[in-house]
């Protein structure tokens, strides 16, 4: 079967370094297998994500030698087809509304996970219909879906075998918000189950969501894809890197690079190359292997300090 690999960003800012090795990595993979490369783009809150990101991303993404087969989905304008596959889950009997505060979801007394997420503590789950007309007059629901207590298991690209049981270490999870927007979770899989998409490569501040997708993938009847989450990167304070590193945005990097620096830099840091040498990312496609991509975090190359 033919690989098909996806960038699947979220434009709510100018794309970063960390983004660029996790397109970098997706496409190198794909490109490899003579697979095809997607994009899709993440905009489900499209408040936050206007379209000139999108735009400057795949401008980013063409400076990069990165290049996409096919047309670009924006997730902002497929909600009726998350609503199809809300509706199935509704069928089943696993979906109910939701009138949890942020503040009492997050409450010092609710169960709290080792990696810091919060396990929902089932409050609304049995609540009776009178009751759920009752809290609908003042609030607008979320609508969570009910998980089994039930272990899922996969074989990660980089991390190897990885296992978590939905009740106990994930708990009911929530597929629309209470503003109407569909979540990350059930849209992600939606959207790479009818797009074809067989490989997921994504940073690894992802893969406790892996298990709930997989779960997701099967109950919707498609085949989940393989995974790979990459390990991330952090200065050299052990300090990982995140969005708000302006100084580390494409728009600056653009400005102090080329994109054989850029590509070449990242390449070594992820234990692809030996030396940090200026390099096209089309040139690194015939030596790709996931078994040289190191399981700790990688530092950031010196070029950008
Ligand atoms: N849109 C997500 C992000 O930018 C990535 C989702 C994914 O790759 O599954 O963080």
């Not at 960003?9 to 496409?27: D, E, I, T, Y």
């Not at 940073?203 to 894809?225: E, K």
């Not at 975090?297 to 950008?304: A, C, E, K, S």
């Amino acid at each position: 079967m033919q690989t098909i690999g996806r960038f699947a960003p979220s434009p709510s800012g100018r794309m970063h370094l960390g983004n660029v090795l996790c397109a970098l990595l997706a496409f190198l993979s794909a490109r490899r297998q003579n697979g095809q490369f997607l994009l899709r783009i993440e905009d489900l809150d499209a408040m936050r994500c206007p379209r000139s990101f999108a735009d400057l991303i795949m401008d980013d993404l063409r400076w990069l030698g990165l290049d996409w087969d096919g047309d670009v989905p924006y997730q902002s304008e497929r909600s009726d087809i998350y609503a199809q596959y809300e509706a199935v889950l509704r069928e089943k009997g696993l979906l109910y509304p939701c009138f949890c505060s942020r503040a009492a979801l997050h409450a010092a007394s609710a169960p709290h996970l080792s990696d810091g997420r919060v396990l929902y503590a089932g409050t609304c789950r049995d609540l009776t219909p009178e009751q759920v007309a009752e809290k609908r007059k003042t609030r607008a629901p979320a609508t969570r879906v009910r998980v089994p207590d039930e272990v899922v298991r996969f074989t990660d690209a980089v991390w190897g075998e990885y296992a978590e049981n939905l009740a106990e270490e994930c708990g009911d999870f929530i597929v629309r918000r209470s503003d109407g927007v569909f979540a990350y979770q059930l849209a992600v899989v939606v959207d790479d189950a009818l797009t074809g998409v067989n490989e997921v490569v994504r940073g690894a501040d992802l893969i406790s969501s892996t298990p709930r997708q997989i779960w997701l993938h099967r109950l919707f009847g498609f085949a989940p894809p393989r995974f790979a989450h990459l390990p991330l990167l952090c200065d050299h304070d052990g300090r990982r890197l995140s969005k708000r590193d302006e100084d580390l945005d494409l728009g600056l990097l653009r400005e102090r690079f080329t994109p054989e620096q850029v590509i070449g830099a990242l390449a070594c840091a992820a234990g692809l190359t030996d030396r940090p040498e200026p390099v096209a990312a089309r040139e690194l496609v015939s030596s790709f292997d996931w078994g040289k991509v190191p399981r700790h975090d990688l530092y950031l190359p010196d070029i950008f300090r």
